[in-house]
């Protein structure tokens, strides 16, 4: 029996490629053999279509949350091999009245996966939520073990990181979910031709340090088309830079968990290295790897300043 780790993929913030990441990261896990299953919690079902699925009545959570269904009888295959998928349609953007009224409203969504989880199936549990602070990613929050933050490599990005990484240590600190810490933050959209791209990044560094990942994930057309097409990047386009970057990115996840060795490495004894010559451009321009960083005990009262340096 597998033991099952629940990853939230959110920021309050839209538009930061936070689907994007949750769809992919499944994906090149599951590439690397790994049982994943990706819950699509948010109404407008991007997570859903972004692989190929349509968005049907009845498919998501929404009938679990309010006990007329199973999540194990949700549960969908994907055209990935080891990637499933717990749908989401419009009819769940309903769910964040009625859970409100109900006892328990913060813990419905693990009550729920309690199943899923007991079952064993799987490595991983990726839940991917609107970019909102509502009920629907308060449940999210209070489900997972840990939290991936996706944060735009531009100005307005750095504005909201602190209010997220406050409610995850308010909702620790307070009882709701006492486990629950961030697993990562992962740089997306950079552009290593702007020196904004890179002051952003370098900015986070300085604050959070070695929680911030080292793999950048670039701006890339290719990582743009692929959800019209229902796939993931590295089934659409295996070759470009967005498929180099999120396997790289899940190598890193991997290897975080792992003492330092990606598992793909383990067998050979070797540390954590770039394979394809198509990772090298992504990292190489990274400041991660030039900046020594340097965490900073309370970072959230120091984000907007940072905001205004970068802008300067």
Do not use: W
Not at 140 to 164: D, F, K, R, T, W
Not at 286 to 302: H, L, N, Y
Request: charged fraction near 20%; include cysteine; charge should be neutral.
């Amino acid at each position: 029996m597998m033991q099952t780790q629940v990853i939230a993929m959110a920021n309050q913030k839209g538009g930061v490629g936070k689907t994007t990441t949750a769809i992919n990261l499944a994906a090149c896990l599951a590439e690397k053999r790994k049982e994943v299953l990706l819950v699509d919690l948010d109404p407008q079902a991007n997570a859903t279509s972004g692989l190929g699925l349509p968005k049907e009545p009845g498919a998501s959570l929404y009938g679990a949350l309010f006990g007329t269904a199973r999540a194990l009888d949700l549960i969908k295959p994907t055209p990935i091999k080891h990637l499933s998928i717990i749908p989401s349609e419009i009819d769940l953007a309903g769910a964040e009245v009625e859970i409100a009224r109900g006892e328990h409203y913060l813990h419905r969504l693990r009550a729920v996966l309690s199943d899923v989880i007991a079952s064993g199936r799987y490595h991983f549990i990726i839940l991917d939520c609107s970019p909102s602070l509502g009920i629907l990613t308060m449940n999210v929050l209070a489900a997972a073990h840990s939290v991936i933050i996706p944060l735009q490599a531009e100005y307005y990005a750095l504005e909201g990181l602190s209010v997220m990484t406050r409610l995850i240590q308010q909702l620790s600190q307070n009882g709701v979910n006492p486990g629950l810490h961030l697993e990562g933050i992962v740089m997306t959209m950079y552009d290593g031709r702007t020196n904004l791209s890179q002051q952003v990044v370098q900015e986070v560094i300085r604050h959070f340090g070695d929680k911030v990942y080292e793999t950048l994930i670039p701006r890339n057309v290719r990582l743009s088309e692929a959800p019209s097409f229902g796939k993931p990047i590295i089934t659409y386009n295996p070759l470009c830079t967005g498929a180099a970057a999120y396997r790289q990115l899940a190598r890193e996840f991997l290897a975080r968990r792992n003492g330092g060795v990606a598992d793909d490495e383990a067998d050979s004894g070797g540390g954590f290295k770039l394979k394809s010559p198509f990772e090298k451009p992504v990292q190489m321009i990274a400041p991660a790897f030039v900046t020594t960083p340097t965490p900073v005990a309370e970072p959230s009262d120091r984000i907007e300043e940072a905001s205004a340096h970068v802008t300067a």
